[in-house]
């Protein structure tokens, strides 16, 4: 993975290798230039948030993962830090629900998808994983959207149902909601226009969330859809938790 020379007796061990994955991933040319700024964002959130998985947290990522295994058309979608940091783990749910995975990305450049195809076949290959990978050629439009970042995959995106979206860009959130589709959002700022937008948003670090879901599907744990879940009630509670940890 390159040199990586922190000691795993840093306190802060898994924020340096994290920014290390992205920084290799920046020199692929798999991240946008304001990719790193998007990460310090919620870097800056995860701190105040105890940089570990909440309560509530935790239980939107059960509820989230009981509404991928009950769609019809599932879909995961990943942008450059997502892959870089998550990108094995998103493969291997994916693959547990049978369903594909599409690169859509905000800022597209054929460079960023093919380097990003690249990549993720790699991890593929190395795990011994089957899952389709999307998104290579767009060839649908999400409705209201202008420009590069409406493109996406008429057996992907455009014709799912229930759609996991780490790290998602405000008004691409909204257009999927208005879409009709259950929009799962991965997003460390609970007060982001996507995180207020989306049906079920997990307030963590996307890496701990797809650890936490192959978790709960390797102990073979019960997920139920959660009929009394209120998206606005969990972002109430991530931002409790801010004001607790520092009061």
């Known amino acids: 993975m390159g040199e990586f020379t922190a000691d795993k007796s840093h306190p802060r061990y898994e924020s340096l290798l994290k920014r290390h994955k992205l920084?290799?991933?920046?020199?692929?040319?798999?991240?946008?230039?304001?990719?790193?700024?998007?990460?310090?964002?919620?870097?800056a959130f995860d701190y105040l948030l105890g940089e570990k998985t909440s309560d509530n947290a935790y239980l939107a990522t059960k509820n989230a993962?009981?509404?991928?295994?009950?769609?019809?058309?599932p879909i995961i979608t990943v942008n450059g830090n997502t892959a870089a940091l998550a990108g094995k783990e998103l493969l291997q749910i994916a693959q547990y629900l049978d369903c594909p995975v599409e690169i859509n990305i905000f800022y597209r450049t054929e460079k960023r998808i093919s380097v990003m195809l690249?990549?993720?076949?790699?991890?593929?290959?190395?795990?011994?994983?089957?899952?389709?990978?999307?998104?290579e050629k767009p060839d649908s439009k999400i409705p209201g959207?202008?420009?590069?970042?409406?493109?996406?995959?008429?057996?992907?995106?455009?014709?799912?149902?229930v759609i996991l979206v780490p790290l998602e860009d405000?008004?691409?959130?909204?257009?999927?909601?208005?879409?009709?589709?259950?929009?799962?959002?991965?997003?460390?700022?609970?007060?982001?226009?996507?995180?207020?937008?989306?049906?079920?948003t997990?307030?963590?670090?996307?890496?701990?969330?797809?650890?936490?879901?192959?978790?709960?599907?390797?102990?073979?744990?019960?997920?139920?859809?959660?009929?009394d879940f209120v998206n606005n009630h969990n972002l109430q509670e991530s931002l409790n938790i801010i004001a607790s940890n520092y009061s």
């Open 23 to 43: 920084e290799l991933a920046a020199e692929k040319g798999m991240l946008a230039d304001s990719a790193l700024i998007a990460h310090g964002r919620g870097e």
């Open 65 to 73: 993962l009981a509404h991928l295994k009950a769609a019809k058309r």
């Open 118 to 135: 690249e990549h993720l076949e790699r991890i593929k290959l190395e795990h011994n994983l089957s899952t389709k990978i999307l998104g």
């Open 145 to 161: 959207l202008e420009g590069p970042r409406a493109k996406c995959c008429h057996d992907g995106i455009y014709t799912s149902d």
């Open 170 to 200: 405000g008004d691409r959130c909204e257009a999927l909601v208005k879409m009709g589709k259950t929009v799962i959002v991965v997003d460390l700022n609970p007060l982001s226009r996507s995180a207020k937008m989306a049906s079920i």
């Open 202 to 227: 997990i307030v963590d670090e996307i890496s701990r969330v797809a650890t936490n879901m192959l978790d709960i599907i390797d102990n073979e744990d019960t997920v139920d859809i959660d009929i």
